[in-house]
């Protein structure tokens, strides 16, 4: 019985292996069952240090997976009649199997750094040096995403900001910051084709920034449990071009102002 | 037997051995409730707001046969604090902590008996606040096993967080405090009450792993007891530690305000990220213990073992912020807790090369403990290396509270631990009934769960690297997600057979209690104490003083002709004759 369990431990690497390769290939059932197309520039270096890290870890699983299986076929007791090892360990190798994984793993975290860096600490300046201030506002709310537009003049809270819920439109090929809040617990913001996620926490700003790169419709996704409604919370995001986008927003206040007229008229 | 001998002896008992066990069956039982809750999960997951075929109708009336949002979240809350605070945590701790400790380090019983008992019949509020905070009309509580807040300290916020959130704050309190009595007693009974001979550095492996666990306890656990009495005083006392100001949730006004929803995040994981290592230390040393025995060699490398072991609780404490890097704490704290996350993994790889080595070389019996045993290790890599993904911080942005990071901890906390605790049961169930377990179920049951569990949890890397989202009732209303069902449904499938698979585990684990092979006193051929005790030990536990000569891992030594070499068994007269010609 010791071949096959040492078959069974075989199976492991391969089968593991084998599974990621179906998915990243894209081949039948695992068709699009791997990372979501990336619309966003700055997306592309979280998607690089994905596969960095799982061709790395690819390697470790595979090397101890494959040693595990040769030590069981080989040390066998049923087959093996030599006499065991009788050894305590070995300096030595104690301090190759820890320096050469410290120095790995301290690369790894510091190879990260500069893209955590850009994606949460070095908002997108204008021209003049000033941080870019926010395209919209969107606040998180049981279970919905409130979207508040500054409208052309750029400033939020005046009569021609645009609101919106769960419709988000942003421009293609430009440099978006959003500041997201919450209204009443915790939401997570995820918008999984950009690569994006972040928290909302009531009584804190966050903001997040992106550069689309393709248009179309993709998903908003609340990703902090927030109530029973949790999975219900989805929003929409729209890629467009400037001239769409501005049309749309004009649109979104007309619509707004007319609503608003009919709301005050029709109570009289 | 009189009606108050049998109280004495069976129910408020102060023998270790007993209140083992009693936590080892009272485990097993809410394992059994855990994974049930589990396979409710995953129907929801499969097949959403479809009737479960035959009992959909008995549990989910009111619903009319569905399982209903609401309930998801009360089903995922129950499913990890079940699964937790009253399986893992005790089995390891409670169960064999209990019954090993003083049998492996020669003492009669624990330093304070009957602080042992307590910690046990204080697991029983727990049961009851938890198991009423579940059944609790309508809705059970249902933010998580995290509650986070304002969800879970604001009554309005969710059905699940009027009574039953309070309940469970409560059960969560009796379960510390019952960890904290366990704790104190590991601690001063590993440190004074040691046979003759018994070093530190002869300690076996499973010892350290209890004693550093019980330290990372002692000084964990305040933090959260602390932080639930605040999270109680908010939503009782009307204070506001995790409230912020003007919070409207579900259209009321916070009376209260000027709080901070994050400091829970910290004062939680403060004690929760040290209790994810409570949940693996114990496990890592039994299966240590395992493996030696049955490769028949000394364990590679025990002094950087028992090192790692001390390394990994010691980097336990300042990485907390893991849990945190997209909560809206300030980024460059992400960045300090990267590093330190990306060096606890250190130890454990240094742990992973050990047993490696140790197998290296051996003589490999494939028993029952020793197919799980090598299960840990081959499933710790999966879990350990995936870990990595979530420590790189950017790449946690995008996986972080996906299926990526359930697929970890439940290679970490089931593939991982788990294995180990089926290892352990198997292993010294003879010392503990005095039979064997039946090896041929013994295989078939690790064979079919060792399947059904990767069927099950290695899909949810693929899951997570799509960004599917977890604590989702239904996920397919989203186009990113919509095509994921099929694959959701293979891995319920899995999960069916992986709870039915226990069913063997169940009946040989009652049958051999009653109709195993007896067994002697070292069935394994093992050398640490407990092995030269009768099986099952008496009160008292030894019926003679052991002498410890040695270390535990005396397998294949020159210096006798037979396999093993005990810790007990004095030296031959000639190895005596020499030493003592040194000596003078």
């Known amino acids: 019985m010791g071949r096959f369990w040492s078959l069974l431990f075989l199976t492991v690497p391969i089968l593991g292996v084998g599974a990621f390769v179906w998915a990243m290939g894209d081949l039948w059932p695992l068709k699009g069952h791997w990372l979501p197309t990336n619309i966003n520039d700055h997306g592309q270096v979280i998607d690089n240090l994905f596969t960095f890290i799982l061709l790395l870890t690819g390697a470790i699983f595979v090397g101890t997976g494959l040693t595990l299986f040769w030590f069981l076929w080989k040390y066998d007791g049923a087959k093996n009649v030599q006499p065991v090892e009788y050894t305590h360990g070995s300096h030595t190798l104690e301090v190759v199997w820890s320096i050469i994984p410290a120095a790995t793993l301290l690369f790894i975290a510091i190879y990260q750094m500069n893209a955590w860096a850009d994606a949460k600490m070095r908002r997108p300046l204008l021209p003049s040096g000033q941080v870019k201030p926010p395209l919209a506002v969107v606040t998180g709310r049981q279970f919905e995403w409130r979207i508040r537009y500054a409208g052309f003049d750029n400033q939020l809270g005046t009569p021609d900001d645009v609101e919106v819920v769960n419709d988000l439109h942003v421009p293609i090929n430009e440099e978006v910051v959003l500041n997201i809040q919450s209204e009443d617990v915790l939401h997570s913001f995820f918008l999984p084709n950009m690569r994006i996620k972040q928290d909302v926490v009531p009584g804190m700003q966050q903001y997040v920034w992106f550069r689309a790169n393709k248009l179309g419709r993709y998903d908003i996704v609340c990703a902090e449990l927030c109530g029973w409604g949790h999975y219900k919370m989805r929003g929409r995001l729209t890629v467009e071009s400037r001239e769409d986008f501005d049309r749309w927003l004009a649109g979104a206040y007309e619509a707004q102002n007319k609503a608003e007229f009919t709301a005050s008229t029709g109570d009289e | ?584």
Request: hydrophobic share 50%; aromatic share 18%; charged share 10%.
């Open chain 2, 1 to 584: 037997m009189s009606a108050g001998e049998f109280v004495r002896t069976y129910v408020f008992s102060l023998d270790h051995k007993i209140i083992g066990l009693q936590f080892l069956f009272s485990t097993l039982l809410w394992f059994l409730v855990g994974g049930l809750l589990a396979l409710g999960i995953r129907w929801q997951l499969a097949w959403p707001w479809q009737d479960m075929p035959i009992i959909g109708r008995m549990l989910f009336s009111a619903e009319g046969g569905q399982i209903s949002p609401e309930f998801y979240t009360t089903l995922f809350t129950m499913h990890a604090t079940v699964m937790i605070f009253f399986v893992i945590i005790p089995i390891l701790a409670g169960a064999f902590g209990n019954y090993l400790i003083p049998l492996m380090i020669g003492a009669d019983d624990m330093a304070f008996p009957t602080l042992n008992m307590l910690s046990y019949w204080f697991m029983w509020p727990a049961f009851i606040l938890i198991g009423m905070s579940f059944l609790w009309p309508p809705y059970g509580a249902g933010n998580g096993w995290t509650s986070y807040p304002p969800l879970s300290a604001v009554w309005e916020a969710a059905p699940g967080s009027h009574w039953p959130q309070t309940l469970w704050l409560m059960g969560v309190t009796f379960v510390g405090v019952s960890s904290m009595m366990g704790s104190v007693n590991y601690m001063t009974t590993i440190i004074q009450m040691r046979a003759p001979g018994m070093t530190m550095f002869r300690l076996p492996l499973t010892i350290w792993g209890m004693f550093i666990t019980a330290v990372l306890q002692a000084f964990a656990l305040p933090v959260l007891t602390a932080a639930g009495f605040m999270l109680l005083a908010d939503r009782l006392f009307g204070t506001g530690f995790f409230l912020p100001e003007s919070n409207v949730v579900n259209n009321s006004e916070m009376a209260t305000g000027g709080g901070q929803p994050l400091l829970w995040q910290h004062l939680f994981w403060f004690y929760s990220h040290p209790a994810v290592y409570i949940m693996i230390l114990p496990a890592m040393g039994m299966v240590s213990d395992m493996i030696a025995c049955f490769a028949r060699k000394p364990i590679f490398g025990y002094k950087p073992m028992v090192y790692s072991i001390s390394g990994i609780a010691g980097l336990g404490f300042i990485v907390w912020g893991h849990h945190m890097f997209v909560s809206g704490m300030n980024p460059m704290l992400g960045m300090v807790f990267m590093v330190s996350t990306m060096m606890i993994a250190l130890p454990s790889a240094v742990k992973v090369f050990n047993w490696l080595g140790t197998i290296w070389g051996g003589r490999v019996q494939f028993t029952t403990p020793m197919l799980f045993s090598l299960a840990f290790v081959s499933m710790f890599v999966i879990g350990g290396l995936s870990g990595i993904f979530m420590a790189a911080t950017p790449v946690d942005i995008f996986i972080h509270d996906t299926y990526f990071i359930v697929a970890h901890f439940h290679y970490v906390l089931f593939a991982g631990t788990a294995m180990a605790v089926f290892g352990a049961i198997h292993f010294w169930f003879p010392k503990m009934f005095g039979r064997m377990m039946n090896e041929n179920l013994g295989k078939i049951h690790f064979f079919l769960t060792f399947l059904f569990l990767n069927g099950t949890f290695f899909t949810m890397h693929i899951l997570g690297a799509v960004g599917f989202p977890r604590r989702y009732a239904d996920p397919y209303d989203f186009e990113t997600f919509r095509h994921l069902q099929p694959l959701n449904q293979f891995m319920t499938i899995c999960a069916i057979g992986m709870v039915a698979a226990q069913v063997v585990f169940a009946y040989n684990f009652f049958s051999s209690m009653f109709f195993g092979r007896p067994c002697g006193r070292n069935p394994w051929g093992a050398n640490s104490l407990e092995w030269c005790a009768p099986s099952p030990p008496g009160h008292g536990n030894f019926d003679f003083q052991p002498i410890v000569y040695r270390g535990p891992y005396e397998y294949g030594s020159p210096e006798v002709d037979t396999d093993n070499y005990p810790q007990w068994q004095p030296p031959p007269e000639s190895a005596r004759a020499s030493e003592d010609a040194q000596h003078h």
